[in-house]
Nanobody, 123 residues
Framework: QVQLVESGGGLVQAGGSLRLSCAASGRTFSSYTMGWFRQAPGKEREFVTAINWSGFSTYYADSVKGRFTISRDNAKNTVYLQMNSLKPEDTAVYYC????????????????WGQGTQVTVSS
């Protein structure tokens, strides 16, 4: 069982940066593929990025590639999402996710979700 708690969301102007954190409970954190998803108002939840258990492999949606960076610290049971050059269309609730079976390219239905953190980018 894994519990995920996101933090770091907020209001930022376009072009600014935010860093999200996701603290995980559970002794098996280091074996999980971790990811971030987001859901904008009136839209379906979409994949943003994923990172493998070691942190050496990452995968990004085209919409955030080159602007967002995912990383993890297994000693702290935490995964991060550094978001730079933010755009108004990045406004959404961001969810941390974990899965013990999927690889970073197939993280479609994670087994565990956080409660979400709001990111709002003003123009």
């Amino acid at each position: 069982q894994v519990q995920l708690v996101e933090s770091g969301g907020g209001l930022v102007q376009a072009g600014g940066s935010l860093r999200l954190s996701c603290a995980a409970s559970g002794r098996t954190f280091s074996s999980y593929t971790m990811g971030w998803f987001r859901q904008a108002p009136g839209k379906e939840r979409e994949f943003v990025t994923a990172i493998n258990w070691s942190g050496f492999s990452t995968y990004y949606a085209d919409s955030v590639k080159g602007r967002f960076t995912i990383s993890r610290d297994n000693a702290k049971n935490t995964v991060y999402l550094q978001m730079n050059s933010l755009k108004p269309e990045d406004t959404a609730v961001y969810y941390c996710a974990a899965d013990g079976y999927s690889d970073i390219y197939n993280l479609r239905a994670p087994g565990y979700w956080g409660q979400g953190t709001q990111v709002t980018v003003s123009s």
